[in-house]
């Protein structure tokens, strides 16, 4: 097993489908694509790339630490309690533990990411 691990956003391998949770789901259909690229430490620390549709979901970490990276797209993203904050291509951010807020996804968005977890 190699120890260097390249994302290719362009042919990134076949992806995980998915939907919002019902729970967290605010606005709109968004429909997910995930690649997950690496898994270590018994997914304690994961990455890839991640893609969304437009809609608008609850965000919420718990003790999560997220990285993300915005590949393409056009995306807002609102912390309770403070203004919204737009986001695109070449955009990076850090989701910390404890976050809450709203994700909307106004143009489909595609994005690189590094979650680790407790």
């Known amino acids: 097993m190699s120890k260097l691990i390249i994302f290719d956003p362009e042919n990134p ?5 998915s939907k919002a949770l019902p729970d967290r789901l605010i606005d709109g259909d968004p429909c997910y694509k995930t690649w997950e690229q690496d898994n270590v430490d018994n997914g304690r620390i994961r990455s890839g790339i991640w893609e969304a549709t437009p809609g608008a979901t609850r965000s919420i970490k718990g003790e999560t630490w997220e990285y993300c990276s ?9 912390e309770d309690g403070k203004e919204p904050r737009r986001f695109a291509a070449g955009d990076t951010f850090i989701l910390r533990p404890g976050f809450v807020g709203t994700w909307r996804t106004i143009e489909t968005v595609r994005k690189l990411w590094v979650i680790v977890s407790p």
């Open 13 to 17: 391998g076949t992806p995980r489908l």
């Open 70 to 78: 915005i590949l393409s797209g056009l995306m807002e993203l609102t």
